[in-house]
């Protein structure tokens, strides 16, 4: 996810594992204990692992890969067969395909639910997405990161000093009348702690 220099090698489908604090990170404002989550883009799995580990009971699908439990294009109608009814939809999508995520996300949470997905700070800002933020009353978070996240070493072999911000931002329904979107903050910084390092 995020941008590319010439001294990063571009991994295939877009597939940066996320590192557990960033799922840590959702979990400081949103209980999943106990919810059904579907990871829709699960990759090798950290991430639905991440999940477990915070009380949610997980489906993960992807497009590829040996930890799916189901090969799924969540950019394709339908639902996987083995899926449920899903309390929420949580993942990392590939930046490629952002916005059908968050297209076909809002589709498949309109019997209630809702839709959580890591992506660039910046998302909001484009005028082509207006249509899920200022237009769409779902929109209901966004979670700041306080760390940036290192998602793939140098081709040179040193340390990777990532450039970019990233944000849970998320939807759900049934729309709350009359309330605005709420932003966050997470992990909390305490005092004297180094989180240059992910």
């Known amino acids: 996810m995020g941008k590319h220099g010439s001294q990063y090698a571009r991994v295939e489908r877009d597939l940066y594992p996320t590192p557990d604090w960033v799922v840590g990170a959702l979990v ?8 059904r989550i579907w990871e829709s883009a699960c990759g090798d799995g950290r991430m639905a692992e991440a999940l477990k580990t915070h009380g949610a009971s997980t489906y993960a ?13 969540f950019c394709s109608p339908g639902f996987p067969k083995g899926l449920g009814v899903p309390d929420g939809i949580v993942t990392n999508p590939p930046f ?13 949470i309109a019997s209630g639910g809702f839709l959580a997905l890591l992506l660039p700070t910046d998302f909001d800002s484009a005028v082509g997405r207006r249509r899920f933020f200022h237009d769409c009353p779902f929109f209901c978070a ?43 903050y997470a992990p909390v910084i305490e005092k004297g702690a180094n989180y240059g390092r992910a």
């Open 28 to 35: 400081e404002h949103v209980d999943l204990c106990g919810l």
């Open 61 to 73: 699908t992807d497009i590829a890969g040996d930890y799916a439990e189901e090969l799924f294009d």
């Open 96 to 108: 490629s395909r952002a916005n059908s995520f968050v297209d076909m996300g809002l589709t498949r």
């Open 142 to 184: 966004r979670i700041v990161l306080t760390k940036r996240i290192v998602w793939f070493a140098r081709s040179d072999g040193e340390r990777a000093q990532p450039k970019e911000n990233h944000a849970w931002f998320i939807w759900q329904r049934p729309v709350m009348r009359g309330r605005l979107p709420i932003v966050r």
